[in-house]
């Protein structure tokens, strides 16, 4: 069976920082790229972060240079470091291992971050 399950989410006030986590099981991770998708009220959900097998990162123009993708193969774990956040990163974020060749993709359950004073 395939979990991902994320944590690390919840309020903070503008200008703070938090960490997701997303711990995968019933996966090899090392074959998967992984995401970061975010998606706030009456928006559709949007990419923020990809991290691919080899490490190489890259960022939606909204959260660069604040947000960072990270993953610990030894731990089966995905990481998204977000920095200086605003209230327009309020949303609930899910963490996705995307499709491969003989398997399909996945999805956590989603974490909410708000951002607010």
């Known amino acids: 069976q395939v979990q991902l399950v994320e944590s690390g989410g919840g309020l903070v006030q503008p200008g703070g920082s938090l960490r997701l986590s997303c711990a995968a099981s019933g996966i090899i991770f090392t074959m998967y790229a992984m995401n970061w998708y975010r998606q706030a009220p009456g928006k559709q959900r949007e990419l923020v972060a990809t991290?691919?097998?080899?490490?190489?990162?890259n960022y939606a123009d909204s959260v660069k240079g604040r947000f960072t993708i990270s993953r610990d193969n030894a731990k089966n774990t995905v990481y998204l470091q977000m920095n200086s956040l605003k209230p327009e990163d309020t949303a609930v974020y899910y963490c996705?291992?995307?499709?491969?060749?003989?398997?399909?993709?996945?999805w956590g359950q989603g974490s909410q971050v708000t951002v607010s004073s």
């Open positions: 996705n291992a995307p499709a491969i060749v003989g398997s399909r993709g996945y």
């Open positions: 991290i691919t097998t080899g490490g190489s990162t």
